[in-house]
């Protein structure tokens, strides 16, 4: 059994690091853990505010320009699941503000620049992680906590919910929350199915398992374009954008920091700014 075990979550890994999980949704609604979320620092995008010339350098440093400020965030959150409602389910949270929300999932790749760039750029993101993906080096990840970013939960081996019991699907979710609570010190409040798919029993056993909402995404990051759900092949207010850690096997000889920046260039283009999706939800 133990061997069966093994052999199964080493298949998993291995799926991850060659597929990731691209597939698009169907249109609906081991180290010293880092410190709680709560009291690591916020990362904002850079503004021209005091201190914008050293700002103005580290985007040079990657070729970028600094992103306007992100409007303050909302007095009440727009997104809340209310006591004994279903967890909400969102690919965009309702605002007029021409901001847009980060998330990278799995974590096969572990590029140290991109931990540099994160560090220089202080663009916010939420990263939504797997075991299968992470668990030789949970300790990659925990300067990336340090720095402010979310922690969420991407399931413990990335199967395709839909096809598993309501049992099955609640030890993927809970049992993901427990690593990254014993990892980083706080419980994710955020839940990504792989793949996108989900169903009635992927919200009742979220909800179980101590999540707010079910975050799924309108624009997917590829290797040099994103991919866009509406036809109008456009970024709107309040979108939440899909990405992956990934590296040069899986993006034609590209790194992880080059399709960042990218995309990074994408939403400067269309005049957007990046907020931080958990003070939205």
Not at 21 to 37: F, L, M, N
Not at 226 to 234: C, E, L
Not at 239 to 254: C, M, N, Y
Request: hydrophobic letters at 40%; glycine letters at 8%; proline letters at 10%.
């Amino acid at each position: 059994m133990k061997k069966t075990i093994a052999l199964r979550a080493a298949l998993t890994a291995a799926a991850l690091l060659v597929t990731g999980c691209t597939a698009e949704r169907p249109a609906a609604p081991a180290t010293t853990p880092a410190p709680p979320a709560s009291s690591a620092p916020r990362p904002t995008a850079v503004t021209g505010a005091p201190g914008a010339p050293a700002a103005a350098a580290a985007y040079r440093r990657w070729g970028l320009k600094p992103f306007a400020a992100p409007p303050a965030p909302p007095a009440v959150k727009p997104v809340v699941r209310r006591p004994g409602e279903p967890v909400p389910v969102i690919s965009d949270i309702p605002t007029r503000e021409k901001i847009v929300f980060i998330t990278i999932d799995d974590g096969a790749e572990k590029d140290p620049g991109f931990v540099t760039m994160m560090r220089d750029l202080e663009v916010p993101f939420t990263m939504f992680l797997t075991d299968a993906a992470v668990r030789a080096d949970y300790g990659y990840f925990s300067p990336l906590v340090a720095q402010g970013h979310g922690v969420a939960n991407h399931t413990l081996t990335h199967p395709d919910l839909r096809s598993l019991s309501p049992e099955a699907q609640r030890r993927e979710i809970c049992g993901q929350q427990e690593r990254l609570k014993e990892r980083y010190g706080t419980t994710p409040r955020l839940f990504r199915p792989p793949y996108g798919n989900w169903n009635e029993a992927t919200r009742t056993a979220a909800g179980a398992c101590g999540v707010d909402a079910i975050v799924l995404w309108r624009e997917s990051m590829q290797i040099r374009n994103m991919r866009y759900q509406r036809g109008d092949r456009k970024l709107h207010p309040g979108d939440i954008v899909l990405a992956h850690f990934r590296g040069p096997s899986e993006l034609k000889g590209r790194t992880m920091t080059e399709m960042t920046a990218t995309m990074l260039r994408r939403i400067q283009e269309q005049g957007f700014t990046v907020a931080r999706l958990e003070d939205y939800v």
